[in-house]
């Protein structure tokens, strides 16, 4: 066992810094596996917060070596229970958060863990030692155990106060041994008598003693002089002490000035640094309010008149506008010295700022006067070209306002009622020049497009004499008038090309050559306004600084933009003021085309959106006013298809003897075509697709109205002329949005043929088909179709006779009575007698091939025939149509 001890020691708890004071072998109890065998350690550690620890210690199965399996400090011990005290056991209990069951090897090592726990405990938890239950009378008193007492005490003690155990012998020195060999041999009956051998140790001894204090007392002298020695060395420190206290003193005063020098430099350093920060503030402070006195001059007597004067004044409110709006740290703007400067600046501001007001001011009204670049140009293309017209552009307007434009800012941003007033001041002077502009424009623009609409009113009344032309006139929103020649004595207006008018009336006012003349003189006007309006709203947004809030004066200032919607809204209103006149002038000039030619609204809508929808700026003025104007175009194209749809509506028989095709059917292949080219490949193509579908729905229901109206010609007839050319139209112009009126087109055109074939053909051999009506009644009566030959009524003979009723030649002559009374129904224009004609041949076959198949079948065997065949048939409605 103390060679197990000492190989744990040294393995396990040496390089831990703990010492083993107590080993136990022992088993767990109360496990239904087999028990392994273990040893519980008890160390004491180096660290005096923890004491002593409980180890568990194994031997592991892979290594064979000794491991710590578990710990627990002696502080966490609450009970140790002996399980009888007045029986031996070796089994026992320890209870820390759980209770651990063992039983010791025998049970002096349990007796022997008990006493080490226990001294344990009393010096390391003397207040809170843990129960000792169950443990027998002796371990835990001061009384020695029996036999095992001893050994007990001096393996605890010996461990505990750092002794060695028998495992810890060592062996005597070689000195040592021979000293104990030199005495014993100097004592001979040492080994024999000990007693004896004590008491000459004893004596030896007494010598000794007495030895040393006569020693000690032949050495007084020696004695007294090193005390006095001592008592000189005592009073040699007490002065040298004393010098060492006044250089002390002197340290300490030297300490005491360093420190107020240290302070006194502190108190400069920070006076020198205060001044410095000072210096630098009022360095700032300065080149922040203080204006050069070169500008100063130029403030109180500015020259805006010539181009350097004017870059000195626009430096100079630069640097006032500065100093204005410099900001200044809390606390600074209360010094006299600021207040005054402020003053200063204000009145600088207060002096220069009429004199920039005034001459901007003046420059706006002059410049209102400007007659543009392209004035002289335009009169010239008024002659030269049928097609183009220009407006006068004002790039020098511009131009010399440009150099301006930092004033302007200026006065935005440091006088906001003076920025208002030549706002409003330079609105209502140019408004009036763009006024004149555009209204010349488009009263050029007018007379472009009746003077196309006049060369063809001339080329179409050559033969008029030129002299009794009167005048066509079309008042402007501004009350003048713009006048054309015209061929007849009263103002002419565009015929209304209407669908529901006979085909008589239909007129078409401009050839396709004309209008397309008529849509480039529109795409040249609305082409001409668009750089004049975004020119000048490019030039208000940065002349005026529409874009900016107007605190800073610096381009390339960071200064807070407003909204989009606001900038929008500001500029808008800008524009809305310089071209007043626009949106009345331009509505007026398109009311223009629709006087001249009755489908303008449908190819104005198309240019005028192209416009609108191709604009980058949405919001721009001109894109309101060509949307606020294609409100008024859209109106307008509404109403021309209206009018149409109500012109079908109110439309009447025709007065001709044949009714024929209705007008609005054939006015309607020409309305389309002309329509189609319009707006082909348009945006606004689903506009007409709307109008499209409700004009031939109302084909549809006024075509059986007329129908019925006229008695001059068969019902079916009109249906079906008008039908089929309605089908044939459709399928024509393949718009598909019209595909499902195409089908029923189609429809109603066969319904109506059928209809027509059966009423007007009939049944040509009508005795015979009501010879076979009673057969047939017969067979329903429940007679044999073979026993119908024996009834008297419907004999063979009766048969016969019948039959000879209608030879070859008066069937072929009935035919070409039918066929005069198909051609005297049928129009020229309608091309459909063929048709009909082969509809009733195909009914005729029909009807004769039901009659040869009664024959067949009711009289089997008779030999009883038609008197022509199906190959006389097809030769008689052939030689008919060809003779005709």
């Keep these: 066992m103390a060679a197990l001890r000492h190989s744990l020691q040294r393995e396990l708890f040496s390089p831990a810094e703990e010492r083993l004071v107590g080993l136990v072998h ?25 004491g002593a620890v409980i180890y568990k210690v194994k031997k592991t199965e892979k290594n064979n070596i000794y491991k710590k399996k578990s710990n627990w400090p002696l502080k966490e011990l609450k009970v140790v229970d002996g399980i009888d005290g007045n029986k031996e056991t070796a089994e026992f209990s320890l209870h820390f958060d759980k209770v651990y069951h063992w039983s010791a090897s025998n049970v002096q090592e349990r007796l022997l863990l008990f006493s080490i726990l226990w001294k344990l405990c009393s010096k390391y938890l003397p ?41 810890d012998y060592q062996a005597l020195t070689d000195r040592e041994e021979k000293d104990l060999e030199r005495l014993l041999s100097q004592s001979d009956n040492a080994l024999s008598n000990a007693e004896k051998f004590m008491e000459q140790l004893a004596k030896d001894l007494s010598l000794l003693d007495g030895a040393n204090i006569q020693s000690l007392m032949g050495s007084e002298a020696q004695v007294i002089q090193l005390l006095n020695l001592l008592e000189a060395a005592e009073n040699e420190a007490a002065s040298i002490e004393t010098e060492l206290d006044k250089y002390e003193n002197i340290l300490l005063q030297a ?12 108190s400069l350093e920070t006076a020198n640094r205060n001044n410095r920060l000072l210096l630098m503030e009022l360095n700032n402070l300065v080149a922040h309010l203080d204006i050069p006195h070169a500008q100063q001059v130029t403030l109180n007597n500015p020259d805006l008149n010539s181009p350097t004067g004017l870059q ?53 009204i002059h410049l209102s006067n400007d007659s543009g670049e392209t004035s002289s140009q335009s009169s010239r293309s008024s002659s030269s070209s049928q097609t183009t017209v220009s407006l006068a552009k004002h790039g020098k ?89 015209s061929p007849s004595g009263t103002i002419q207006q565009p015929s209304q090309n209407l669908l529901g008018n006979e085909r008589e009336l239909w007129t078409v006012e401009v050839d396709i050559h004309d209008r397309k003349r008529l849509e480039d003189l529109l795409e040249c006007a609305l ?192 249906k079906m002329e008008n039908y089929h050319r309605l089908h044939a139209l459709l399928s024509q112009l393949k718009i598909a949005v019209l595909e499902a009126e195409k089908k029923e087109a189609k429809q109603r055109y066969q319904e109506a043929l059928q209809l027509y074939v059966i009423l007007y053909f009939g049944r040509p051999l009508e005795k015979l088909n009501i010879f076979f009506d009673g057969v047939q009644a017969k067979v329903s009566q429940g007679v044999k179709e073979s026993e119908i030959g024996y009834q008297m009524a419907f004999s063979k003979q ?87």
């Design 527 to 718: 082409a001409e306004l668009e750089p004049v309006c975004l020119v000048e709203q490019e030039f208000c947004v940065a002349f005026f600084a529409l874009d900016h809030g107007g605190h800073d004066v610096d381009e390339s200032s960071t200064s807070q933009k407003t909204p989009e919607r606001s900038i929008n809204e500001e500029v808008r209103k800008m524009m809305s003021v310089l071209f007043a006149v626009l949106e009345p002038e331009l509505v007026s000039f398109l009311a223009t085309y629709e006087k001249v030619d009755s489908f303008s609204p449908l190819y104005v809508l198309v240019r005028l959106s192209q416009h609108v929808l191709s604009a980058t700026d949405t919001g721009s003025f001109l894109s309101v006013t060509f949307g606020s104007s294609l409100v008024h175009v859209k109106r307008s194209f509404d109403r021309f298809f209206m009018t149409q749809l109500r012109s079908i509506e109110d439309s009447r028989q025709p007065r001709k003897s044949k009714c024929g095709i209705l007008p609005f059917i054939s006015n309607f292949e020409e309305f389309s075509v002309i329509i189609e080219n319009i707006f082909k490949n348009s945006e606004r193509r689903v506009d007409v697709d709307k109008w499209y579908t409700r004009l031939v729905r109302a084909m549809f229901d006024v075509i059986p109205k007329i129908a019925v109206e006229n008695s001059k010609t068969p019902a079916d007839i009109i």
């Design 127 to 167: 207040k809170q030692s843990p129960m000792f239950n169950n443990i027998p009378p002796g371990i835990t008193e001061d009384t020695v155990i029996p036999e095992a007492s001893t050994a007990l005490d001096h393996e605890v003690s010996g461990n505990m106060d750092g002794g060695i155990g028998d495992e």
């Design 255 to 266: 300490r005491v000035a360093m420190a107020t020098v240290g302070e006194k430099n502190v």
């Design 312 to 364: 000195n004044a626009i430096l100079a409110a630069k640097s006032l506008q500065r100093a204005m709006n410099a900001e200044l740290k809390p606390g600074i703007e209360k010094m006299v010295a600021v207040q005054d400067q402020r003053r200063q600046l204000e009145k600088w501001r207060a002096k220069f700022t009429p004199t920039v007001t005034r001459q901007l001011n003046n420059l706006f």
């Design 397 to 485: 307007l511009h131009s010399q306002l440009q150099m301006y434009a930092p004033l302007m800012h200026w006065l935005k941003a440091t006088d906001h009622g003076c920025y208002e007033k030549l706002l409003e001041v330079y609105t209502t002077s140019i408004s009036k020049l763009y006024e004149r502009d555009l209204r010349q424009f488009f009263d050029e623009a007018r007379l472009k497009v009746i003077g196309l609409r006049e060369r063809k009113l001339r080329g179409s009344d050559s033969g008029s004499e030129v002299g009794a032309r009167h005048s066509l006139s079309i008042k402007n929103p501004s009350g003048t008038s713009v006048t054309a020649a």
């Design 798 to 884: 009766e048969l016969r006779k019948v039959i000879s009723i209608y030879p070859g030649r008066e069937v072929k002559k009935g035919l070409e009575s039918l066929y005069k009374k198909v051609e005297k129904h049928l129009s020229d224009e309608g091309n459909l007698l063929q048709v009909v004609w082969r509809a009733m041949q195909e009914e005729f076959i029909r009807q004769y091939k039901s009659l040869e198949d009664m024959i067949q079948r009711c009289y089997p065997g008779s030999l009883i025939t038609l008197d022509f065949s199906m190959s006389d048939i097809l030769e008689y409605f052939s030689d008919i149509a060809r003779s005709h």
């Design 26 to 50: 022992v088993t767990s109890v109360g496990k239904k596996k087999k028990a392994v065998p273990c040893f519980l350690c008890v160390a004491v550690t180096a660290d005096q917060s923890i």
